[in-house]
């Protein structure tokens, strides 16, 4: 099971797109745990995560992420504007799945 914890300003502005996200993994057969959070939670939330995604209004905050995650060994990026405004679920569990066999790699 691949854990992805998206976050964003409130946990809220990610909620449609983890649903799409959901759906894009289970059409495809993966077994994934996709969740959004508020940005506050970040210190709490990233040691459990596989991926770490930050919604493009929380850039600020990649360095903090970077901080937690890294150590870790967790991949975390922000999602692409076009993808987050578009609700492309599709698209940013390709780019998570893309960060998370990167690391397995590794």
């Known amino acids: 099971m691949v854990i992805i914890k998206l976050f964003c300003q409130a946990g ?4 449609l797109l983890v649903h799409k ?3 894009s993994a289970q059409a495809r ?3 994934c745990f996709i969740k959004a959070y508020s940005a506050n939670t970040l210190e709490r939330e990233v040691p459990s ?3 770490v995604l930050l919604g493009p209004q929380l850039i600020y905050l990649m360095s903090d992420a970077k901080r937690f995650a890294t150590p870790l060994n ?3 990026a922000v999602i692409r504007m076009q993808d987050y405004g578009m ?3 599709e698209g940013v569990l390709d780019y998570a799945l893309e960060l998370f066999n ?3 790699v590794k």
């Not at 809220?12 to 909620?15: A, D, H, I, L, V």
């Open 49 to 51: 995560a596989d991926v």
């Open 87 to 89: 609700v492309n679920g």
């Open 29 to 31: 057969g993966l077994t």
């Open 74 to 76: 967790i991949p975390v």
């Open 21 to 23: 996200m959901n759906q």
């Open 12 to 15: 809220m502005s990610t909620s």
């Open 102 to 104: 990167a690391k397995e």
